[in-house]
């Protein structure tokens, strides 16, 4: 649906689909003199207009939608999987919201396949039924700014945006005016009643090589990162049950958005219910830890990220190296707050000092996103430069796999390895063997680097 256009043929080559090209574009034609009286018209029209603020629009306050139930997994499986049967099962639960979906590509590639067969594709002649119809909820069309703003506009019902991570940039300046809007009204003691919804950002960097590096950009949760914290979460959950845990209070919140961005691809259970509901309370948890003296502190950011960091971690203890490894979903809630909402939006009271604990001086960050962002928005938890290592997207990129982006930005759990003998001020070969310290070094043959920590 998102790639056809409402013409039977080319109109260069098709007499037919010339003749309707000219019909109905001629009907957008104003002639000189109505233009001028609309002009009029609308200045007239101005004076004593109702601000924007005190349109009904603006002020639209849905009742809080009725919550599903929420089925946590043990098993591997991808994490778009819970934000497809709980919208299915939101929509379902509470008729009197309309649902709308933005969709700029493809919903059945993005796992979606669910709210695809629920909600349908909106279009003026249906093709199929199964998947299209006149009055479906998903709005799709290759034009990202369009499907969001649909989405947006949508006020009183009930919202959801999938798109491949690099393309959501297109959605950043009318995502920003609309936050911008809900500050502002928040400011002045009328906050914003519309209920929040997310949007997503899958097929994302770490896991899109097909088509090089046009489909490989981290900019949209880092830009995201930059607004204000209490106005749109920036969250990474790492598996299904993670994403899971954090959809309720998306579709409770007021005036807010959420940015999740997740994989599309099947990811091991890495969390329990009570941890998937403890990591979307925090913003953060500690995954495992083996006591010691000068304790490593490790901190990842992403799904795939933690992935590494897990394999790392498995060479640290063989190694006998204390570690803590902790797992940052929610950024904006430990960066230092830039005002006195943010301030309400950080993390608990003791959370940040619980999770990172002063005394544990080396600090080694592997984040989705470009390092230089993260450790600028994170700096209270990366205080000393010296004794804090950030690996990341390096721009680095192209038809690769997992491992291949991973080790062309730097970001692998041997890269983590490396970064770590070097806060300890010991030799690599100390943590990696020697063909895999070459092969950190780019003398030896990364694939060494593929199989078990």
């Known amino acids: 649906a998102a790639h056809n256009l409402p013409l039977p043929g080319n109109p260069s080559r098709d007499e037919q689909s010339r003749d309707l090209f000219n019909e109905y574009a001629a009907r957008l034609f104003v002639p000189q003199q109505e233009l001028v009286a609309s002009l009029a018209l609308f200045t007239r029209s101005r004076q004593g207009r109702e601000l924007e603020r005190d349109n009904p629009l603006a002020s639209r306050r849905p009742p809080a939608p009725t919550m599903p139930k929420l089925n946590y997994r043990d098993d591997a499986c991808s994490p778009m999987a819970a934000v497809d049967r709980f919208f299915v099962e939101l929509t379902a639960a ?26 349908k594709h909106r279009v003026i002649e249906p093709e199929s039924e199964l998947e299209a119809v006149v009055d479906g909820a998903i709005i799709t069309a290759l034009n990202e700014e369009a499907v969001v703003s649909a989405c947006l506009a949508n006020q009183g019902g009930l919202n959801l945006v999938a798109s491949y991570e690099a393309f959501c940039v297109k959605m950043l300046g009318v995502v920003r005016q609309s936050i911008i809007f809900s500050r502002q009204q928040k400011e002045i003691g009328r906050p914003a009643g519309w209920l929040g919804w997310p949007l997503i950002a899958t097929s994302h960097t770490w896991e899109n090589g097909k088509n ?17 914290s209490d106005m749109v979460r920036v969250l990474f959950p790492a598996d299904h049950n993670s994403a899971l845990a954090l959809l309720p209070s998306i579709y409770q919140a007021r005036g807010e958005l959420a940015c999740l961005v997740m994989p599309k691809r099947d990811r091991p259970c890495y969390f329990d219910q009570a941890q998937a509901e403890q990591l979307a309370r925090d913003g953060a948890i500690v995954v495992e830890e083996q006591p010691g003296n000068e304790a490593l502190l490790l901190i990842a950011n992403g799904s795939y990220q933690l992935g590494e960091m897990l394999r790392a971690a498995k060479r640290l203890k063989e190694a006998d190296c204390a570690y803590r490894l902790v797992y940052l979903q929610e950024p904006g809630r430990f960066r230092g707050p830039r005002d006195h909402w943010e301030v309400e939006a950080r993390a608990s009271e003791g959370v940040a000092e619980r999770l990172f604990p002063d005394a544990m001086e080396m600090r080694v960050l592997l984040t989705h996103m470009r390092p230089e962002v993260a450790r600028g928005h994170l700096w209270p938890i990366l205080p000393d430069a010296r004794k804090c290592s950030a690996l990341g997207y390096r721009n680095r990129g192209g038809t690769l796999d997992e491992f291949g982006m991973q ?47």
């Open 94 to 119: 509470n008729p009197a919201l309309r649902p709308r979906v933005g969709n700029p590509d493809e919903l059945a590639s993005n796992r979606l396949g669910g709210v695809l067969k629920a909600l």
């Open 407 to 453: 080790f062309a930005n730097r970001a692998s759990w041997a890269n983590v390895l490396a970064a770590c003998a070097r806060l300890r001020n010991v030799p690599r070969t100390a943590l990696l063997t020697r063909d895999e310290a070459a092969a950190v070094a780019g003398r030896g043959d990364p694939q060494i680097l593929r199989g078990d920590a």
């Open 212 to 228: 090089q590096q046009s489909h490989q950009d981290t900019t949209f949760c880092e830009a995201l990162l930059g607004e204000m």
